[in-house]
């Protein structure tokens, strides 16, 4: 079981920064892809950035290329989203989630492919 507990949301204005934390629980996180979300009042849950385990591959959705960079720090359980340039559309709920997968499998991009999930954190961006 992993535990994920997501820090660093709240109002910014636009074109104003944040940066949220994800902090695991598990001794060998290095061992599971990570993923960023975001759900929107009425609307589904999506992908916003993965990471690899190793940290040395990332993925981002085509709506934050640019903007944001995910990065993680294994000797601290941490993984990071550095959110940059923030648009009003960027308000939702952020999600921290872990994916345990062989390290060579591509970073997974859909809701269910990943196994835990942080509670949220609430980024508010006004315009």
């Known amino acids: 079981q992993v535990q994920l507990v997501e820090s660093g949301g709240g109002l910014v204005q636009a074109g104003g920064s944040l940066k949220l934390s994800c902090v695991a629980s598990?001794?060998?996180?290095?061992?599971?892809?990570m993923g960023w979300f975001r759900q929107a009042p009425g609307k589904e849950r999506e992908f916003v950035a993965g990471i690899s385990g190793s940290g040395t591959r990332t993925s981002y959705t085509d709506s934050v290329k640019g903007r944001f960079t995910i990065s993680r720090d294994n000797a601290k359980n941490t993984v990071y989203l550095q959110m940059n340039s923030l648009k009003p559309e960027d308000t939702a709920v952020y999600y921290c989630?872990?994916?345990?997968?062989?390290?060579?499998?591509?970073?997974?991009?859909?809701?269910?492919?990943?196994?835990?999930w942080g509670q949220g954190t609430q980024v508010t961006v006004s315009s």
């Open positions: 989630a872990a994916h345990k997968v062989l390290q060579y499998l591509a970073i997974a991009t859909m809701p269910r492919d990943y196994d835990y």
């Open positions: 598990a001794r060998t996180v290095s061992t599971y892809h």
